[in-house]
C-alpha cells in the first residue's frame, strides 16, 4: 500500500499552467494526468435489473463533511478507478487498473436532499425551443437517456453522464440492458416541402430519435453501494453507442478550481421533468468546491442529472474559444451549516484521474489521454 505522499501526487498528478494576471482571457490550463491502464478483467454473474431508476442522488455530507473525510489509500483510489462494463446481451465484466504517474505532479487544490424543488428564488432556467437552437451546439450534444436521466456527446459513439441513472449503488435498474439514448430532431411536417408556410413562426415540434447502447462503464467507487459517502464522488458512466451519431460532441477537461472558471460560473442543460419534451438550459456560480465536488444553486429538477456542465475558455495551443464537459450533474444535498439548512445541487468534477480513466474508455489509447 502506497504511502499518503504516493497518494497525494496521485491526486495532484496535474501541472496546472494558469494565465499570467495580465492575460485577460480565461485560458484553459495545461494539465499533464496519469495514466490508468487495465490490469485483468473477470467475468461476472448476469445482473438482475432489479432496480428502480433515481432521477438524482441526495446526500447529507456537505462540503465540511468532505473536507474533513481522511484521504484514500492508494489502494483504495486504484479499486474506485476499477470498473463494470454491462453488454447489451446482458453480460457482465469487472475490470481491475493500474495507475501511473508518467511526469513530477505540481500544483493542486485539495479538495454528496430532501426535496425535489432545485429551485432557488426566481426560477432562471430558460427552455430552448426550435430547431435553429436545439440542433446546433452546444445545445445539440446534450441527449436524453430511456431511464429518464440526461447526458451529453462526448465522442462519435460515447456519451457521459451519472451512474446513478444506470446503477443505484447494489443493482443496474430496470431498463439497463435494453438502455437507449434520445436525440431531440423535428417532426416531419404533413404536406412534404412547402407546407404550413403560414405557421413558419410557430415553433417546430421536436421528437426523439432513439440508439441502442452497446455497453456501459461504471466504476466501482459508485457501485460499492455508498451514495451517501465517498460513492457520490464517483457518480458518472460512459455510454457506448452501437453506431455514431453524427452530430458534434463536446471534448472533456479537467475541471479548474471553481476560482479560474469565467465569471466563477458553470453552464449545462438538461431534460428537466417539469418541462416534457424540453431542453432547459441553465448557468449559476459555484459556491464551493471540494477535490471531486462543485457544490451550486443552479436551479434545476429531477431528469437534469447527468447533464454535463461545461465552461468556455480560451485554448492558448489552438488559439480559440473551446468549450469543455469538466463535469456532471449529479443531484441535490442538504447541509446543516452551524445550525442552519442550506442546500446545493452538486456536480461530479472531472479530476485527472476521472479524465484519465474517461479518456481510455473513449480512446483505449493511454497516449492519446496525456493532455487534460
Known amino acids: 500500500m502506497a504511502g499518503l505522499s504516493t497518494l497525494i501526487l496521485l491526486l495532484c498528478a496535474a501541472k496546472d499552467v494558469m494565465p499570467s494576471s495580465s492575460h485577460w482571457k480565461p485560458t484553459w490550463p495545461s494539465y499533464r494526468v496519469p495514466v490508468i491502464l487495465p490490469q485483468s478483467t473477470l467475468k461476472l454473474d448476469k445482473p438482475q435489473f432489479d432496480a428502480e431508476a433515481r432521477l438524482e442522488v441526495v446526500s447529507p455530507c456537505g ?12 489502494e483504495e483510489v486504484k479499486h474506485y478507478l476499477s470498473y463494470e462494463t454491462l453488454y447489451a446481451n446482458g453480460s457482465l465484466t469487472e475490470t481491475e487498473v493500474g495507475i501511473y504517474i508518467l511526469s513530477n505532479s505540481a500544483d493542486g487544490s485539495q479538495g454528496k436532499s430532501r426535496t425535489k424543488r432545485q429551485i432557488y428564488g426566481y426560477d432562471s432556467r430558460f427552455s430552448i425551443f426550435g430547431k435553429d437552437f436545439l440542433l446546433n451546439y452546444p445545445f445539440s450534444t446534450s441527449v436524453k437517456l430511456s431511464t429518464g436521466c440526461t447526458g451529453t456527446l462526448v465522442a462519435e459513439k460515447h456519451v457521459l453522464t451519472a451512474a446513478h441513472c444506470i446503477h443505484d449503488g447494489k443493482s443496474y435498474v430496470k431498463g439497463a440492458q435494453k438502455l437507449r439514448v434520445g436525440f431531440l430532431k423535428p417532426k416531419m411536417k404533413d404536406g412534404g416541402k412547402g407546407a404550413n408556410i403560414t405557421k413558419s413562426a410557430m415553433p417546430e415540434k421536436m421528437k426523439f430519435q432513439w440508439i441502442r447502447v452497446k455497453r456501459t ?9 455508498n451514495a451517501n459517502d465517498i460513492g457520490m464522488d464517483y457518480d458518472y458512466a460512459l455510454l457506448e453507442l452501437k453506431k455514431p451519431h453524427k452530430r458534434k460532441f463536446m471534448k472533456i477537461g479537467v475541471s479548474p478550481p471553481a476560482r479560474h472558471l469565467p465569471g466563477g460560473r458553470i453552464h449545462f442543460s438538461g431534460y428537466d421533468n417539469d418541462r416534457p419534451g424540453n431542453l432547459v438550459y441553465r448557468f449559476c456560480d459555484v459556491k464551493d468546491e471540494t477535490y471531486d465536488l462543485l457544490y451550486q444553486q443552479c436551479d434545476a429538477q429531477p431528469g437534469a442529472s447527468g447533464s454535463g456542465v461545461y465552461v468556455r475558455m480560451w485554448k492558448r495551443q489552438n488559439h480559440k474559444w473551446e468549450r ?47 493532455e487534460g
Do not use: E
Not at 63 to 74: D, E, F, I, N, Q
Not at 217 to 225: A, E, N, R, Y
Not at 330 to 347: E, I, K
Open 324 to 370: 469543455k464537459i469538466i463535469g456532471i450533474f449529479s443531484g441535490h444535498q442538504w447541509v446543516d451549516m452551524n445550525g442552519t439548512p442550506q442546500d446545493f445541487n452538486v456536480a461530479v468534477r472531472i479530476t485527472p484521474l476521472k479524465y484519465a480513466q474517461i479518456c481510455y474508455w473513449i480512446k483505449g489509447n493511454y497516449l492519446d489521454c496525456r
Open 63 to 74: 462540503p465540511a463533511c468532505h473536507k474533513s473525510s481522511p484521504l484514500p489509500t492508494y
Open 217 to 225: 462503464h461504471v466504476p466501482k467507487g459508485w457501485i460499492k453501494g
